[in-house]
């Protein structure tokens, strides 16, 4: 079974002549173990395909279902247990609760579903120092540097038993060397049996996936095994 599932998905905004259609007719399947990176310019409907796999929205067509639920029949309460167990979700806007140290803000969703919380701040602990953030686990946000936030956030993403990892340009705001400890991070969640969709502009990181998916004005375009960054660049496809 496949961990995320779109089955032509179409989510349109507004009405008449103020209507946007963000997705049209999307497919996309994430089986156990796979890295999907999604590509395309901006305004071509990634952030919402995100948006959708992660139950933040409902399609207006279509059918979303992640570890076989479908998430247009669960109610809310349903579908905030759902992402706590098992979607790890990494925003642009890092999303972290400024009275909350680094370490409580990645503990927060084991603590929510009833872990001990010596428990959860040390699995907190550990998923810092993997991104190298070792010592710096009683800061709060604001004391820390925008990648250093960025990593708060992809730690409290992979916290937990999380099967499914949605990442929105996670690597936005990092130098290369620590968006490539991100990344295999994300690659050794997938080898472990987890999925991950991953949104990037960047060909050296869509290449750590197993494919690469396509999107422009809302549709999917082409899709491809992940290939070298050279040879993506070459072709156009990362711009």
Same mark, same amino acid.
């Given at each position: 079974?496949?961990?995320?599932? %779109?089955?032509?998905? @179409? ?8 209507? =946007? ?7 996309? @399947? ?33 059918? =979303? ?8 029949? %669960? ?32 503990? %927060? ?34 004391? !820390? @540097? ?19 990892? !949605? ?27 987890? *999925? ?29 095994? *992940?290939?070298?960054?050279? @040879? ?8």
């Amino acid at each position: 079974m496949a961990v995320l599932r %779109l089955d032509r998905v @179409s989510r349109i905004h507004g009405s008449g002549h103020v209507q =946007v259609d963000a997705l049209v007719d999307v497919s996309l @399947s994430v089986e156990a173990g796979e890295l999907v990176a999604v590509m395309g310019p901006s305004g071509s409907g990634k952030t919402t395909l995100l948006s959708l796999a992660g139950g933040l929205d409902l399609p207006t067509a279509g059918s =979303v279902l992640v570890d076989g639920s479908d998430l247009a029949t %669960l109610n809310r309460a349903e579908l905030a247990r759902l992402r706590r167990h098992s979607v790890g979700y990494v925003f642009q806007q890092f999303n972290l609760i400024p009275g909350l140290t680094a370490a409580e803000n990645v503990s %927060l969703p084991l603590e929510l579903d009833g872990v001990n919380r010596k428990e959860a701040y040390g699995a907190a602990v550990d998923a810092l120092a993997r991104l190298e953030m070792a010592g710096l686990e009683n800061r709060f946000p604001d004391d !820390l @540097s925008g990648g250093e936030q960025q990593r708060v956030a992809i730690a409290r993403a992979i916290i937990g038993d999380r099967r499914l990892l !949605l990442a929105d340009e996670p690597t936005g705001a990092l130098d290369s060397m620590t968006g490539e400890t991100v990344l295999r991070l994300m690659r050794r969640h997938c080898d472990n049996g987890g *999925a991950a969709v991953l949104v990037t502009h960047d060909a050296r990181f869509a290449a750590w996936a197993d494919r690469i998916v396509f999107l422009h004005d809302g549709r999917v375009v082409d899709e491809a095994m *992940a290939s070298t960054p050279e @040879s993506l660049l070459a072709d156009g496809t990362a711009l």
